[in-house]
């Protein structure tokens, strides 16, 4: 069983207009995820500076952050991290370029868990639903023509309010697409943007939306978590037949 969460931490900032990097990693612990995606970690102007002291991150949690950052004082790559427990093995990253008008990303990192090689990308998508449409189609092209199959999982902020739209039917014809709940805003969610899509080894077990007293504070966003199993050893063989 693998727990996988995904949580766009605002820059820290909750929805009592303070920046608490302390009460982000307390609402992180609280997941004990064993992978978890993070939106919006860094700044977005200037040095892009994270919000969470990766320092702190390795001190005061059994994680590390995937090292995505192209800058010193970064802990991802256009907000977005992937935080691993120690006990996982990181076998390769890479940063992925989304086509916007704004500054947007993804990041994927192939992971060691248990013996067992898996990828996971971690995306925030555009506010535009036109752009929504490029940027899944482009980050499928990158993990589908460009890289050797792995079991995935695709976690993120999608900004998208319904299940039915163009953007997530994209996602179908490689993936199953659960949104475990809503998430947004955090002190009374009405949307579930945030989702766990994963590809046909994993079967979701259970998902849910994190609602602790914390996090209905420490963010705009509830984090999202889901339970995973995954097919073992002679899977890829399976989906090359």
């Keep these: 069983m693998l727990k996988i969460g995904s949580y766009n931490i605002q820059k820290a900032i909750g929805v009592d207009a303070r920046r608490r990097p302390e009460r982000t990693l307390k609402v992180i612990r609280e997941l004990d995820c064993d992978i978890l995606a993070l939106q919006e970690a860094d700044k977005r102007f200037g040095p892009r500076e994270s919000t969470l002291d990766p320092e702190s991150i390795l001190a005061e949690t059994d994680y590390r952050p995937v090292p995505f950052a192209t800058r010193d004082r970064s802990l991802g790559w256009h907000g977005n991290a992937i935080l691993v427990r120690n006990s ?4 390769d990253h890479r940063r992925i370029d989304l086509p916007t008008l704004e500054p947007r990303g993804a990041v994927a990192a192939d992971l060691d868990v248990g013996g067992e ?9 555009s506010l535009v639903g036109h752009f929504r449409k490029k940027q ?3 980050l499928m092209h990158q993990l589908h023509e460009h890289l050797d199959y792995l079991p995935t999982v695709l976690i993120g902020d999608l900004n998208e309010w319904r299940d039915t739209a163009g953007s997530i039917k994209l996602f179908e014809q490689h993936y199953e697409v659960t949104t475990p709940g809503k998430s947004f805003p955090s002190p009374l969610p009405v949307g579930s943007l945030d989702r766990i899509i994963t590809s046909p080894e994993f079967t979701v077990e259970k998902a849910g939306v994190h609602k602790s007293k914390t996090a209905r504070v420490a963010s705009d966003h509830l984090p999202v978590w889901a339970h995973l199993t995954l097919e073992p050893a002679g899977h890829l063989a399976a989906r090359q037949d």
Excluded at 88 to 91: A, E, F, L, N
């Design 136 to 138: 899944i189609t482009s």
């Design 88 to 91: 996982i093995g990181i076998v």
């Design 117 to 125: 090689k898996i990828r996971v990308a971690a995306m925030h998508l």
